[in-house]
């Protein structure tokens, strides 16, 4: 059982590039978020989702777009990548009965940009 | 809205009792959370609070008052290991946000 997968682990980004990191989830967990941590800061709620086809925005969703197309999946997308988006990224999963189940995380992606 | 505040550092001797406070606003309360996250790793479950009072896991127990807003971590017989940082959350009423404080670093020392 992988839990939440996410990748890359690590990537080095120029100003204005685009990439996408990539969240799998094999636990049928309805509800995933994406999260970002700057050094020695709490997290930070960039979007989630209830559920295939539904997403919302979280505390700072500019710089960046999500979808879900399956349960499964739930892709981030920085369409022109700034400095001010060097961070840590986590995404994480919960299953339903949203407040009594914790938060099953990935192991982060480490992104940088230039 | 919602508001979550924690010490940002402490520091505690191996043996010892430490007690981390999270103080909290929010419009509706569905429980509280208490994760865990070593430097370079992933957050980890530590505690979940709906109910007022003390729930207790081993070395570690949590504290909760709904009506003074109020949580605190209360780790025991410290080990060197628990260096970490310690972050409480929310999810809010009626949004399904999972909000979290900006969380404690505790140092642990020999």
């Known amino acids: 059982n992988a839990g939440v997968t996410q990748t890359p682990k690590f990537r080095i980004l120029k100003i204005g590039q685009s990439m996408t990191l990539q969240c799998t989830q094999d636990?049928?967990?309805?509800?995933m978020y994406w999260y970002r941590q700057d050094p020695g800061m709490g997290l930070k709620l960039i979007y989630y989702?209830?559920?295939?086809?539904?997403?919302d925005k979280g505390e700072v969703p500019n710089g960046y777009n999500v979808s879900r197309s399956t349960t499964e999946d739930f892709p981030l997308r920085l369409e022109l990548a700034a400095p001010s988006q060097t961070s840590v990224y986590f995404c994480?999963?919960?299953?339903?009965?949203?407040?009594?189940?914790?938060?099953?995380f990935g192991e982060g992606s480490r992104l940088t940009v230039l | 809205g919602q508001n979550i505040d924690q010490p940002t550092e402490m520091t505690a001797t191996e043996g010892a009792i430490v007690q981390i406070n999270c103080t909290y606003q929010?419009?509706?309360?569905?429980?509280l959370f208490w994760y865990q996250q070593h430097a370079g790793e992933a957050p980890t479950f530590l505690s979940y609070?709906?109910?007022?009072g003390l729930e207790e896991k081993g070395r570690f127990s949590s504290f909760l008052s709904r009506s003074k807003g109020y949580s605190y971590l209360l780790l025991k017989e410290l080990q060197m290991k628990d260096s970490a940082s310690y972050l409480c959350?929310?999810?809010?009423?009626?949004?399904?946000?999972?909000?979290f404080g900006t969380g404690t670093r505790l140092k642990v020392l020999a």
């Open positions: 994480a999963s919960i299953v339903q009965g949203l407040y009594t189940g914790e938060l099953f």
């Open positions: 636990m049928n967990h309805n509800y």
């Open positions: 989702s209830v559920g295939a086809g539904i997403t």
């Open positions: 929010t419009s509706g309360f569905n429980g």
């Open positions: 609070n709906v109910l007022d």
């Open positions: 959350a929310l999810p809010t009423s009626g949004t399904y946000k999972y909000i």
